[in-house]
């Protein structure tokens, strides 16, 4: 498929009292068109630094980045009218309507005015749209802002924590719209800590740790590529877990036993441990493997520092290189 974005090789040091602190270590990503991509990372892991680069916020090291086949930051100018991005809060006039603030942008921007309703009937504040923003709860400053980057209807959409705020029912209607811009072929780059909501919203997933790209891929080849091996059995007559417990230890295998299933660790062939227990008059009922959620995977790449040169990924095989000529060297 089409990249909308692509970033390789990407580098940055700041200047900080306690010496050289390096934000960006050779970072790589790469969305195709089309896509909910999530962009994740702990706090000081160089993904905001990664979003304000993009934008032309802060100019980097070095690296290769190109936005729609464009180069960056070159070509920043004929590329931004089709990017629209949230990175931090944005601030708003206080006693403004939204209506009147999404309207003076549109303005600004020489946008067709209808935009305006089409914007705010997306992410749900058509209804009060004549309230000054000074009333806004969080969440409702959070869907204004994302109204004002839907205002040009862009091609490729930057949200840092748009779902910062909102409440559970805001969050979900935030995951349709997402949905719905996707199958509208708008490609979505999300920033969130809400991860079981990335796993659900977005189709791949880029993971960044002390500068560094650890993961990435489609979400399900991530969480495949990270699978511990382990396997819940339950067994027909509860009161048999005790002895089925005793069984599979004696038999080498390490096992986490709870209140109606025992959890297996490392298992190779799942249909030895039906097959040991049948042996011994101990029937399984239940025999599925534990997929790995993206929470978990997320905290066993970023707990601990990435290993030099070694990039954990699942895409190596399908990303292109960009080209030499195309790099962005400071």
Not at 118 to 136: D, F, I, N, Q, S
Not at 291 to 316: K, N
Request: charged content about 20%; hydrophobic content about 40%; proline content about 5%.
């Amino acid at each position: 498929m089409t990249a909308v974005l692509e970033i390789q090789g990407l580098r940055k040091t700041y200047r900080a009292r306690g010496g050289p602190r390096r934000a960006l270590d050779g970072f790589e990503m790469y969305v195709e068109a089309g896509q909910v991509h999530g962009f994740l990372g702990p706090n000081g892991s160089g993904k905001t630094t990664t979003l304000r680069t993009l934008l032309g916020l802060i100019k980097p090291d070095s690296g290769e980045m190109r936005i729609l086949g464009h180069e960056l930051p070159r070509h920043l100018p004929s590329v931004v009218g089709q990017v629209g991005a949230i990175v931090e809060s944005p601030q708003f006039f206080a006693h403004f309507t939204a209506r009147d603030t999404l309207s003076l942008l549109a303005d600004a921007g020489s946008l067709p005015k209808e935009r305006v309703d089409w914007a705010l009937e997306l992410v749900g504040l058509r209804e009060r749209a004549k309230e000054r923003v000074k009333t806004y709860s969080l969440g409702m400053k959070q869907r204004l802002a994302v109204a004002s980057a839907l205002l040009k209807q862009p091609k490729l959409l930057i949200l840092d924590e748009p779902a910062n705020g909102l409440d559970p029912g805001g969050i979900r209607e935030m995951r349709d719209m997402m949905a719905t811009l996707s199958a509208g072929g708008m490609t979505v780059v999300l920033s969130s800590h809400i991860l079981g909501e990335i796993q659900l919203i977005c189709d791949s997933v880029t993971i960044i740790s002390l500068g560094r790209r650890v993961a990435a891929g489609p979400v399900a080849e991530v969480l495949q590529a990270h699978s511990s091996g382990q396997v819940k059995v339950a067994l027909e007559t509860p009161a048999d877990l005790s002895a089925a417990a005793q069984v599979l230890i004696a038999a080498g295998f390490q096992l986490q036993a709870n209140a109606d299933h025992l959890t297996l660790s490392g298992v190779d062939k799942p249909a030895l441990i039906a097959r040991l227990l049948a042996e011994r008059q101990l029937y399984v009922s239940e025999l599925t493997p534990v997929t790995a959620d993206l929470e978990s995977v997320f905290l066993e790449l970023t707990g601990t520092a990435p290993v030099p040169g070694q990039v954990r990924s699942v895409d190596q095989s399908v990303r292109p290189e960009l080209t030499p000529q195309s790099g962005v060297n400071s």
